[in-house]
Structures are given as C-alpha cells and as structure tokens.
C-alpha cells in the first residue's frame, strides 16, 4: 500500500501537468493563431436572369474588419493583399469598418484602405452597427467613415441600389443604426434584374420588407460567433434568431442567405471559426 502510493501521487502531478499543458496550449491557439488564420472559403452562386456575359464572373464578400485597437491593421492589410491575387470582378463589403472607441480609428481605417480589394467590375458596401459609433447612435461617424469608403473606391448604398454590366447591387443600412429604411429601396425592386442584397445584420431576413425578393442576401455580423465547440452551435450569437450563425442557409422562399464568419473580430479570440473572406463565382439559375 505504501509502495503505491508514490506512483498514484506520480500519476496525479503528470494529468495535473498534462491538462494544463493542454489548457495553455489551447488558449494560445485561440489567441495567437486562429484568429489571423484567414480562410478563403470558395461558393458557387446561382443567380436568376444573369446576363451570359457575367457566368464565371468572381464576386468576394468581405466582411466585418473591425479595425481599431483590438485588431493589429497589419493582419487586416496583409489579408488584403492576399485577396487581391484573386482579382475579384466586384467586391461587396458587408459593414462593420471599424470598432469605434475614439477618433483615432478614422486614421487607423485609412491607413488600412489604401490596400482595400477592388473588383474590377465594381466595388460596393454597406454600414454595421459599429460604424454608428457609440451605441450606434452617432451620425458623424457613420457620415465620416461614409465619406471615407466612397473616396477610396468603395461606394455605399445606403438603402440604394447600384447595377454594373447586368448586376444590381441592393444595399440596405444596419438594422440596429439610425437609418434602416430599406422600404426606400425594396419598394422598388425589379423582379426582372439580377439582384444581389447586402445586409449586415441577418435578423432583417425574417422581417416583412422583402416584396418578393428571390435571390442572394449577404451579411456579417454574427462572427460565427467566433469560438464554437465541435459539433455544438455556438454559445454566443448576437442575433435574435440562433439559426443565424454563419455559412449558406436556404431561407426556403427563392431567398438565399450567406452568413461571413468575418476578417476581424471584436476580441482577439477564435476557436473553430476561423476568419473568412468568401469567393463566390457567378452562375446562372438551374430555373433560368
């Protein structure tokens, strides 16, 4: 009994040691790797009455880069210049710029668009919620980082639409701003088009304003909640609806939901969602 006794204290300090290890393993991982572990996630996107002359075309959503002082704007510039190598036809910007403490995040976003990724059919965006400022409730910084976007070659629609060579491009503002009023454009929503929605927040998909759309929505927000355990649903979601997490999701009305698990992240933590910038290449509908 005695002779035992050593060898179970021996046993007890090496799991000790060995879950600990793998603790601090783990936390490192979540902190220093995955979250600058950038995935270019590629999708089809079968898109009703798309002109001939667009099949085959690239469209890459980019999402969510928080740039500010908890994301290190290298990370964010050297993912930019990564995507730029895919030579997007159009690149849609899907909102949430920056995560907005102070005016120092104006400079910080500048710097950071100079590399931004152009398509070279057209460029567009949309505002999030961070872009409002404070509590989202702050115009002059959403008119500030508006005017920013459109003078580096990302032009927004704020609740307007924009076509390019047969594409149209619908953007509605952040659900949770000061300027949701996508009744403005969906209101007037040709059926006839090849149309592509941008919405950040995906809660808006389940509200009354779509008039029949049947087509493609793209949003962020969610961050694939950022850390999600295997084979779980992630524990942290800031949407109403859970299902809402990330990835394509078929809404089940002709309306298509992509969810971008986004580049930049509000706290530098990751685990099992890694950050995503989305190629999409262009087909017809099977319906067409």
């Known amino acids: 009994m005695h002779a035992s ?3 179970k204290m021996k046993r007890r300090k090496f799991i000790s040691r ?9 936390g490192l991982y979540t902190w220093q790797i995955e979250p600058m572990w950038l995935e270019f996630v590629k999708r089809k996107m079968p898109i009703e009455n798309l002109p001939d002359n667009l099949i085959g075309k690239t469209l890459m959503q980019i999402s ?3 740039v500010g002082y908890g994301v290190d704007s290298n990370y964010i510039i050297e993912s930019f210049m990564k995507a730029q190598k895919f030579n997007p036809d159009f690149v849609p910007y899907t909102g949430d710029y920056v995560s907005y403490i102070d005016p120092e995040q104006f400079s910080q976003l500048e710097e950071v668009l100079k590399q931004a990724v152009k398509g070279k059919i057209a460029t567009v965006g949309i505002l999030g919620n ?6 989202w409730a702050d115009q002059s910084v959403a008119d500030k980082i508006t005017r920013q976007l459109n003078k580096n070659g ?10 390019y060579e047969g594409l149209n491009f619908i953007g509605l503002d952040d659900y949770w701003g000061l300027n949701f009023t996508p009744e403005k454009v969906m209101n007037r929503l040709d059926l006839s088009k090849s149309n592509i929605v941008l919405c950040h927040n995906p809660d808006v998909c389940d509200l009354k304003i779509w008039n029949g759309y049947r087509g493609w929505i793209l949003s962020g927000h969610t961050h694939g909640g ?3 355990p295997p084979f779980l649903n992630p524990p942290m979601l800031p949407v109403k609806n859970k299902k809402y997490s990330s990835g394509e999701i078929d809404l089940g009305d002709g309306r ?10 509000l706290l530098q933590v990751r ?3 890694r950050p995503e910038i989305t190629i999409f290449e262009l087909e017809k509908n099977r319906k067409d």
């Open 5 to 7: 006794y050593p060898i």
């Open 18 to 26: 060995t879950f600990w290890s793998l603790c601090g393993i783990t």
């Open 64 to 66: 969510d880069i928080h």
């Open 130 to 135: 961070h872009d409002y400022g404070n509590n």
């Open 154 to 163: 990302i032009r927004v629609l704020n609740n307007k639409q924009k076509e």
């Open 226 to 228: 950022q850390c999600k």
């Open 256 to 265: 298509m939901l992509y969810i971008n698990r986004a580049l930049g992240h």
């Open 271 to 273: 685990f099992n969602v």
